[in-house]
């Protein structure tokens, strides 16, 4: 008998559309709750930074409305966390604002929404740096400094269980989340059906992704997990993948310098002694896993701030010397910015493609390619600069003097002859850990009626 049984329909929410196959079988499968991820680090910190989503609206409203219609018609609860990619509070109330769109154009009936926020303030951040708790930063930082909060221009905390077990515990029907820990977002769920908190964590990370813990490869496929008696399993609801030992173990891995520990606010799950069983061909156990509560509850932040305004340029080469030169002809593009420009106040980047365009100095295996493809970043204060600056760096790569070169023709082309506007630079300044004596302190939760 499951305690508990949980739908996970998509790995990030509006990155791309659920499949709607899979997700109508996991839907007929009598889950206890609808829940998705929609939001992540790996875009990067521009959409944090600017508060953009980096998603498309389309998307994100088409995953929404099929999460829940199906929602309300099987009558469970749906929840949402990291809600716009980045959960910042006005994407918050952007999925608020469709929930609201989505019921009233399909004529739910009423239901209870409840929503909590995740941004916090610079000025609760500096009071912790002068505290006898600093912000401690995460792989290898240093605790943060006044002048890297200065540097920043929007920070979220990451969201453990406790809001929206506040908002289940307040029967809300459905819940968008500020920015969240994957695997919260189902713990919490499970927590509030009466599950271990070791299963329920552990059912959080084998969801997180939806059926990426399955084989073969197939994205935004539903799965189903469940906890009973005898621990977490998992199955895929699309006919032709399995949930495997080696796809589960696999997704344990999956996204961390190490295999075995998962840390959220309240604590760590321990995976050092996972058992795997394939129970059928679609749906492994899992037993094993752990959970040690921490003795102090620490909050992850995550913080952006803007590097200047940005352009980006295209060049080809497939001229064989020019390629054995590549080096030298970047370092004139170089050295004629620099002409134009001095040596500091602005950024520009060459990656190579061809040449280690994508591991850069890690690359491992250095096979000469063909052709390449040269992709220049201009970054500057202003966007007059900045399209200066990348359109020097580009062109430039055409007029490099070479010892050999008898022609003037160039041994470079562009795709485009002019260089293209990108989205403003930002890079990630925190990357922290706070400590709260309230674990709901920075999510504070709201709670409305919607529908007819």
């Not at 953009?52 to 389309?58: A, D, L, Q």
């Not at 995740?118 to 708790?133: L, P, Y």
């Not at 604590?267 to 896993?289: A, F, N």
């Not at 062109?395 to 023709?409: D, I, M």
């Amino acid at each position: 008998m499951s305690l508990v049984r949980i739908i996970c329909p998509n790995g990030h929410l509006g990155f791309a559309p659920l499949k709607i196959d899979s997700f109508l079988r996991g839907v007929d499968a009598n889950p206890d709750f609808i829940a998705a991820d929609s939001g992540s680090d790996d875009i990067g910190p521009v959409p944090l930074g600017s508060d953009t989503s980096t998603s498309p609206e389309v998307w994100q409203r088409q995953d929404l409305e099929a999460m829940l219609l199906a929602a309300r018609r099987i009558g469970v609860p749906m929840i949402i966390g990291s809600s716009g990619d980045t959960g910042t509070n006005s994407r918050v109330d952007r999925y608020v604002a469709m929930i609201k769109e989505l019921a009233a154009k399909h004529g739910l009936a009423p239901f209870k929404l409840g929503y909590f926020y995740s941004e916090v303030s610079k000025e609760r951040v500096r009071q912790a740096i002068g505290s006898s708790e600093p912000v401690l930063g995460l792989d290898g930082r240093e605790s943060l400094s006044e002048k890297e909060l200065d540097a920043t221009d929007r920070i979220v905390a990451m969201a453990g269980v406790h809001p929206f077990r506040q908002l289940l515990e307040e029967d809300c029907d459905v819940i968008i989340g500020g920015r969240s820990s994957d695997c919260a977002i189902f713990a919490a769920a499970a927590l509030h059906r009466g599950a271990a908190e070791a299963d329920a964590y552990y059912l959080g990370k084998v969801l997180e992704c939806a059926s990426f813990c399955a084989e073969p490869y197939g994205a935004k496929e539903t799965v189903l997990g469940a906890i009973d008696d005898g621990g977490v399993t998992v199955t895929a609801m699309h006919p032709d993948q399995r949930c495997t030992i080696a796809s589960v173990a696999g997704h344990a891995m999956y996204e961390r310098s190490n295999p075995y520990d998962e840390f959220v606010a309240g604590g760590r799950l321990d995976m050092r002694d996972c058992h795997y069983t394939q129970i059928d061909p679609r749906t492994t156990r899992v037993t094993g896993q752990r959970f040690e509560p921490a003795k102090r509850i620490r909050v992850k932040l995550e913080g952006s701030g803007k590097v200047g305004e940005r352009f980006v340029g295209l060049a080809s080469v497939r001229d064989p010397y020019t390629i054995a030169n590549i080096d030298a002809v970047i370092a004139w593009a170089k050295a004629q910015v620099v002409e134009r420009f001095g040596a500091d106040g602005y950024e520009l980047h060459f990656n190579i493609f061809g040449k280690n365009g994508v591991m850069g100095d890690m690359e491992p295996v250095k096979t000469p390619a063909h052709e390449l493809c040269i992709v220049v970043q201009g970054v500057a204060p202003t966007v007059e600069m900045a399209e200066e600056l990348c359109m020097t760096g580009t062109r430039q790569l055409f007029y490099a003097r070479l010892p050999e070169v008898k022609g003037t023709a160039g041994g470079v082309a562009f795709v485009l002859d002019e260089v293209l506007k990108a989205s403003p630079a930002y890079r990630w300044t925190v990357n922290h850990t706070l400590a709260v004596d309230d674990p709901l302190e920075l999510f504070p939760t709201h709670t409305l009626t919607v529908g007819a």
